[in-house]
Nanobody
Framework: QVQLVESGGGLVQPGGSLRLSCVAS????????IGWFRQAPGKKREEVSC????????NSAASVKGRFTISKDIAENTVYLQMHGLKLEDRAVYYC???????????????????WGKGTQVTVSS
């Protein structure tokens, strides 16, 4: 059974950092690309970052480039999203999702993702 479980969210002040984790079961992360998405209250879901199945290619939305880093630990079957310089507008529920079996690329569009976790809340507030 395919499952993705996010953790690591919480309350942080502007400028602070958090590291989100996405643990997979039922499949191997080195066979699939993985993406992070987020949804703020009253807004549509938006892409954040993605990583290819081999972990060598990443891509991020312009709004988080230079602040967020996605990485994959194949041994732990986990994908991380390291977030620095958090802003008020980063407040959202963050979801990880399983993408296609692309070794050297990933896409920042949710139509490519088939299984989703339940999300973890990130709140940025002073």
């Amino acid at each position: 059974q395919v499952q993705l479980v996010e953790s690591g969210g919480g309350l942080v002040q502007p400028g602070g950092s958090l590291r989100l984790s996405c643990v997979a079961s039922g499949f191997r992360m080195d066979s699939y690309s993985i993406g992070w998405f987020r949804q703020a209250p009253g807004k549509k879901r938006e892409e954040v970052s993605c990583v290819s199945s081999n972990g060598q290619y990443t891509n991020s939305a312009a709004s988080v480039k230079g602040r967020f880093t996605i990485s994959k630990d194949i041994a732990e079957n986990t994908v991380y999203l390291q977030m620095h310089g958090l802003k008020l507008e980063d407040r959202a529920v963050y979801y990880c999702a399983r993408g296609p079996t692309w070794a050297a690329m990933c896409r920042l569009h949710d139509i490519f993702y088939d299984f989703w976790g339940k999300g973890t809340q990130v709140t940025v507030s002073s």
